[in-house]
């Protein structure tokens, strides 16, 4: 099973950043998917959710209307689309599978929102 995240870096204030996650080893389908953060010093933290057939997605306050989470299913891929980025947004985002009692994590990736 992997879970591979990319798409991190460096951006400024109010720029916008999309990470992707490539599954394999799992029926992807099937599992619903999470996008984590954790920044320095703080507890890891859900940010949005998807469901398995993409139909349902939910999120934390903090990134509502400016995030977006997205799936297809065909090319084993979850999205995370980041619009107006404040340095807040700074951390490791981790890409996380969940069916039921089975839960996979990927390594992460870091975003950095820096002038």
């Known amino acids: 099973v992997q879970l591979v995240e990319s798409g991190g870096g460096l951006v400024q204030p109010g720029g916008s950043l999309r990470v992707s996650c490539a599954a394999s080893g799992f029926t992807f389908s099937s599992y619903a998917m999470n996008w984590y953060r954790q920044a320095p010093g703080k507890e890891r933290e859900l940010v949005a959710t998807?469901?398995?057939?993409?139909?349902?997605?939910n999120y934390v306050d903090s990134v509502k209307g400016r995030f977006t989470i997205s799936r297809d299913n065909a090319k084993n891929t979850v999205y995370l689309q980041m619009n107006s980025l404040k340095p807040e947004d700074t951390a490791v985002y981790y890409c996380h599978a969940r069916r039921g009692f089975q839960a996979y994590w990927g390594q992460g990736t870091q975003v950095t929102v820096s002038s």
């Open positions: 998807i469901t398995s057939a993409g139909g349902s997605t």
